[in-house]
């Protein structure tokens, strides 16, 4: 069985794992790179997916670095089926056709820019036709139950207790007569968490692909963070303040109203307004009131008790931008709540401009921040923010709550990996940032003694084969360095091994100057730069696969 990490590895975002077993390509995961554009360039390459060659992707859960890549996938030829459960499916429908949104405004915005430069048209990466037509390929599956895809492959899906019909997903694959068993813990949700029930444990397994977003921290319990949310509440109204809580609009905006209203019922604050501005949110929150049944037990006794655990007083959804500008017009102390999650786009920038820079307003952080996000950057204390070309200095109360996460922490990883009852379980330490799999998996080592990997972007592995077990096949293609006895063989100009330093060189060469360059602030016409080097990687990848 032959293995290829395409994302999610020594990162968070673009999971996706290639698998392969005979004639059979399928992929668990298809996520979108988020964060910076190093790592977003690689959604534009698709090729080492294989889409028109897949049978199948396996997704864990809705999320975009999970899901994001599909419409791409579809729109480059796939057509096999995405295999997920029903909460999945709804979710997706709105979220990609959200992501195409972006990605459309994304490309007419460069294109605007382009124009005015004298430069070349780009295309987005997809658009709300291609994502409307990927939905086509969906298939749903229930919690629990073997399907049997192909022969010698069978999949199920288990609660992975994360968002709305997340799962963790288990496979069984026939590998030289014997059946062997790989398991994805997908993004694992914390115990603690309102809504969904917690993650599905699980006992036996040969290879392990475990997440590892907060690997190297401890969430703070949810009672401490239900109080210091109290407080920060409390602390605004006083003020006659604003409290800003950017949230994924998936599963985080959800828990937040339902602590809210628990806050309420409760008696422990008035009721105070609360928008919830973004159309992406108001339609996932309506996707939960219809998948009740994936709720854990202390949400349905709120539902069997008569009130709704996803409604509040005095909720104000704002679908229009109009309405969502209105915002800023309302004195009241209240709270907002937008997305995206990590600030990098949508409503809650607008938000971030009318609120960082007063003294009185909150800003309350409550999901995973990735690297490059402007999220990451107030959490780390940066003094200005840049928004909408301005610089926005930083005045207001920055708070921190983890123990909101959707994330099982260390300490919940931990735990939920010592039901495994197979001593010579290997684990690959996926989505975390490198040093963060590094330490989990140093870890685990200790802990359990299980053979561990943390694997590269691109890397390729044999699996079940005794003497290339874990070994890895290639390493990712930044660490390829001249082989020793390669001078002997003559290239044009000179030796090979010229030719390859010639290479190298260049190509760091022109990765400085490209860094240079956008350091100083210089616009590239970015879409033709990349479908340049995205020939050169292609032509390279070819070469490599001929030889
Ligand atoms: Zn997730
Ligand atoms: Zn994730």
Same mark, same amino acid.
């Given at each position: 069985m032959?293995?290829?990490f395409?994302?999610?590895?020594?990162?968070?975002?673009?999971?996706?794992?290639l698998?392969?077993? *005979?004639?059979l390509?399928?992929?668990v995961?298809c996520?979108?790179f988020?964060?910076?554009?190093?790592? !977003? !360039? %690689?959604?534009?390459n698709v090729?080492p997916?294989?889409p028109?060659?897949?049978?199948?992707?396996?997704?864990?859960?809705a999320?975009?670095?999970?899901?994001?890549?599909?419409?791409k996938?579809?729109?480059?030829?796939?057509?096999?089926?995405?295999?997920?459960t029903?909460a999945t499916?709804?979710?997706?429908e709105?979220?990609?056709? +959200?992501? &195409?949104?972006?990605?459309?405004m994304?490309?007419?915005?460069?294109?605007r820019?382009?124009?005015?430069?004298? *430069?070349? !048209?780009?295309?987005?990466?997809y658009?709300?036709?291609?994502?409307?037509?990927s939905?086509k390929?969906?298939?749903?599956?229930?919690?629990d139950?073997?399907?049997?895809v192909k022969?010698?492959?069978?999949?199920?899906?288990?609660?992975?207790g994360?968002?709305?019909?997340?799962?963790?997903?288990?496979?069984w694959?026939?590998?030289?007569? /014997?059946?062997?068993?790989?398991v994805?813990?997908?993004d694992?949700g914390n115990? +603690?968490?309102?809504?969904? %029930? +917690?993650?599905?444990?699980?006992?036996?397994?040969d290879?392990?692909?475990l997440?590892?977003?907060? *690997?190297n /921290?401890?969430? #703070?319990?949810?009672?401490?963070?239900?109080q210091e949310?109290?407080?920060? $509440?409390?602390?605004?109204l006083?003020?006659? &303040?604003?409290?800003?809580?950017?949230a994924f &609009?998936v599963?985080?905006?959800?828990?937040?109203?339902y602590t809210i209203?628990?806050?309420?019922?409760?008696g422990?604050?008035p009721?105070?307004?609360?928008?919830i501005?973004?159309?992406?949110?108001i339609?996932?929150?309506e996707i939960?009131?219809?998948?009740?049944?994936?709720?854990?037990?202390?949400?349905?006794?709120?539902?069997?008790?008569?009130?709704?655990?996803l409604?509040l007083?005095?909720?104000?959804?704002?679908?229009?931008?109009?309405?969502?500008k209105?915002?800023?017009?309302?004195? /009241?102390?209240g709270?907002?709540?937008?997305?995206?999650?990590m600030c990098?786009?949508?409503?809650?920038?607008?938000?971030? #401009?009318?609120?960082?820079?007063?003294?009185?307003?909150? $800003?309350v952080? $409550?999901?995973?921040q990735?690297?490059?996000t402007?999220?990451?950057?107030?959490?780390d204390? &940066?003094?200005?923010?840049?928004?909408?070309g301005?610089?926005?200095?930083? #005045?207001?109360?920055?708070?921190?709550l *983890?123990g909101?996460?959707?994330?099982?922490?260390?300490?919940?990883?931990?735990?939920?990996?010592?039901h495994f009852d197979?001593?010579?379980?290997?684990?690959?330490?996926n989505?975390?940032?490198?040093?963060?799999?590094?330490g989990l998996g140093?870890?685990?080592?200790q802990?359990?003694?299980?053979?561990?990997?943390?694997?590269?972007?691109?890397?390729?592995?044999?699996?079940?084969?005794?003497?290339?077990e874990?070994?890895?096949? /290639?390493?990712?293609?930044e660490q390829?360095?001249?082989?020793?006895g390669?001078?002997?063989?003559?290239?044009?100009?000179?030796?090979?091994?010229?030719?390859?330093r010639?290479?190298?060189?260049?190509?760091?060469?022109?990765?400085?100057?490209?860094? %240079?360059?956008?350091?100083?602030?210089?616009?590239l016409?970015?879409s %033709?730069?990349?479908?340049?080097?995205?020939e050169?990687? !292609?032509?390279?990848?070819?070469?490599?696969?001929?030889?």
């Amino acid at each position: 069985m032959r293995v290829e990490f395409l994302g999610g590895v020594r990162t968070v975002t673009g999971s996706a794992t290639l698998l392969e077993n *005979g004639s059979l390509k399928w992929l668990v995961d298809c996520g979108m790179f988020q964060g910076g554009k190093e790592l !977003e !360039e %690689r959604n534009w390459n698709v090729r080492p997916y294989h889409p028109e060659e897949l049978s199948f992707i396996f997704l864990t859960h809705a999320h975009i670095d999970h899901s994001g890549l599909i419409p791409k996938l579809v729109k480059e030829g796939f057509h096999g089926k995405v295999i997920c459960t029903r909460a999945t499916r709804e979710l997706c429908e709105v979220m990609l056709k +959200d992501s &195409a949104h972006i990605q459309e405004m994304e490309a007419e915005w460069q294109n605007r820019k382009s124009k005015r430069a004298g *430069g070349d !048209e780009a295309d987005p990466l997809y658009t709300i036709k291609d994502a409307d037509k990927s939905l086509k390929y969906f298939q749903t599956i229930g919690y629990d139950e073997v399907l049997q895809v192909k022969d010698g492959v069978k999949v199920r899906f288990q609660d992975a207790g994360h968002i709305l019909g997340s799962a963790i997903i288990e496979i069984w694959i026939e590998e030289e007569g /014997r059946e062997k068993k790989l398991v994805f813990s997908g993004d694992l949700g914390n115990s +603690d968490q309102p809504i969904v %029930r +917690d993650p599905s444990l699980i006992n036996e397994g040969d290879v392990l692909w475990l997440e590892s977003t907060y *690997g190297n /921290r401890l969430h #703070k319990s949810r009672e401490e963070t239900v109080q210091e949310l109290l407080e920060i $509440i409390q602390e605004a109204l006083r003020d006659q &303040a604003k409290v800003i809580i950017p949230a994924f &609009a998936v599963e985080r905006t959800q828990d937040i109203i339902y602590t809210i209203g628990q806050l309420v019922r409760n008696g422990l604050i008035p009721s105070v307004p609360v928008y919830i501005d973004s159309p992406l949110a108001i339609s996932a929150t309506e996707i939960f009131k219809r998948n009740s049944d994936c709720f854990d037990e202390e949400t349905k006794s709120v539902l069997l008790g008569g009130e709704n655990p996803l409604e509040l007083p005095e909720i104000i959804y704002t679908q229009s931008t109009e309405e969502s500008k209105a915002i800023n017009e309302d004195t /009241r102390p209240g709270i907002i709540i937008s997305a995206s999650g990590m600030c990098d786009s949508g409503r809650i920038q607008h938000h971030l #401009k009318h609120h960082l820079w007063r003294e009185s307003s909150h $800003i309350v952080i $409550i999901g995973y921040q990735a690297e490059g996000t402007i999220g990451r950057r107030m959490v780390d204390g &940066a003094k200005t923010i840049r928004l909408f070309g301005e610089e926005i200095a930083v #005045k207001a109360h920055i708070h921190t709550l *983890g123990g909101f996460s959707a994330h099982a922490d260390q300490k919940g990883l931990l735990e939920w990996l010592s039901h495994f009852d197979n001593p010579r379980l290997e684990v690959f330490v996926n989505h975390g940032e490198e040093k963060v799999s590094m330490g989990l998996g140093e870890r685990i080592r200790q802990q359990f003694h299980f053979k561990t990997a943390i694997p590269q972007w691109r890397e390729k592995r044999i699996l079940f084969s005794p003497e290339k077990e874990m070994i890895p096949e /290639r390493v990712a293609p930044e660490q390829v360095t001249p082989e020793e006895g390669i001078e002997e063989i003559l290239a044009p100009g000179g030796t090979l091994s010229t030719l390859f330093r010639h290479l190298d060189r260049n190509y760091k060469r022109l990765r400085r100057k490209l860094k %240079r360059e956008r350091s100083k602030g210089k616009e590239l016409s970015d879409s %033709r730069w990349l479908r340049q080097l995205e020939e050169i990687n !292609e032509r390279l990848e070819k070469l490599e696969s001929e030889l």
